[in-house]
């Protein structure tokens, strides 16, 4: 049994089929085909179901699979490791980060770091957290800023995470808005309210969720928006209630009126995020190092504006 036998493997049932694995291989589907027979052969068991239109894995190419991916893994990190002894002051990281950060802490935080690291090749990647979490676990990137929810991240076994920070959730309302002049409201006057939320992968509507289901509301989502400037954008607009970040609502007042939600905490936290299963090298060990000192620090700058209504409610 061979490595790249084992990769022919994986590939083959992430593309669901012989032809799409080759293109991606960029090998023949005969000399692909003829590998997995070979592999077949010494082992004594069949690993992929032919008949029909949809190729599928057997019970033993299941199980041969599941360890095919933890011992690409493995090897992976050890060449990335590796690199790093060759390598002493270079090294390459894969850092992952929420969409709509550009606005706030993203480009001071990564030149701050390039500046102290010059060496190191760095690669940014945007996607939803929970985006994030999944790519962690394929070790397309190393380590990830995402949000969790602070009480209970509820994170995969196998990622661990580092809170730097967490926020309460307030209401945000266009200056018009009846709730705009109140100096709190419920969670029960909110559920009455057509809502702008966060996806229900992202931590922010989980936190949410959870508020309504333990007080025995149901929220009235009309939109969905994992960008917080199109959450504040639309509540701005008068159309619904968004509920967001104070530290986003504070650096948006001149168009929206924050509003504390009264009777429940709801709370979310930045944390930095990384798979136990993949490689723990120098460079992701600097980077969380880094990191944790400096958003920690960014946190406690921003949560310290004062929290002001839109153009004092017009």
């Known amino acids: 049994m061979e490595l790249r036998q084992l990769q022919y493997l994986r590939n083959i049932a992430r593309a669901s089929g012989f032809r799409r694995a080759a293109d991606e291989l960029d090998m023949s589907q005969a000399t692909l085909s003829e590998q997995i027979k070979l592999l077949e052969q010494e ?15 057997t019970e033993a190419g299941k199980t041969l699979l599941a360890r095919a991916d933890r011992i690409l893994e493995e090897v992976k990190a050890a060449q990335e490791e590796m690199q790093e002894f060759a390598n002493l002051d270079r090294g390459q990281l894969i850092v ?19 500046r102290q690291h010059p060496h190191l090749e760095l690669t940014l990647v945007e996607r939803v957290s929970g985006m994030l979490i999944k790519m962690l676990e394929a070790g397309e990137v190393h380590v990830a800023c995402i949000l969790v929810p602070t009480d209970q991240p509820d994170v995969p076994q196998d990622i661990s995470t580092r809170q730097v920070y967490s926020r309460e959730l307030v209401a945000v309302v266009a200056p018009r808005h009846r709730f705009a002049s109140r100096t709190c409201v ?13 996806s229900p992968d992202e931590a922010p509507r989980r936190v949410v ?9 149901q929220p009235q989502v009309s939109f969905e928006a994992d960008d917080p400037m199109t959450l504040i954008g639309l509540a701005a607009e008068g159309i619904a209630v968004g509920i967001t970040g104070e530290s986003i609502a504070r650096r948006n007042t001149e168009r929206v009126v924050a509003v504390p939600i009264d009777g429940v905490q709801m709370r979310y936290s930045m944390a930095l995020a990384w798979s136990e299963r993949g490689p723990h090298t120098r460079a992701m060990s600097t980077f969380l190092d880094f990191a944790s000192v400096w958003l920690t620090e960014w946190g406690a700058r921003s949560q310290a504006q004062p929290l002001v209504s839109a153009q004092a409610i017009i």
């Open 43 to 57: 082992l004594g068991v069949r690993l992929f179901e032919r008949g029909g239109r949809n190729l599928t894995l």
């Open 96 to 114: 992952g980060t929420m969409t709509g950060n550009g606005p706030f802490w993203l480009p001071g935080f990564l030149a701050a770091f390039m």
């Open 186 to 198: 419920s969670l029960d006057e909110v559920a009455e309210e057509r809502l702008i939320l966060t």
């Open 209 to 217: 969720d959870r508020a309504f289901q333990s007080h025995g509301l």
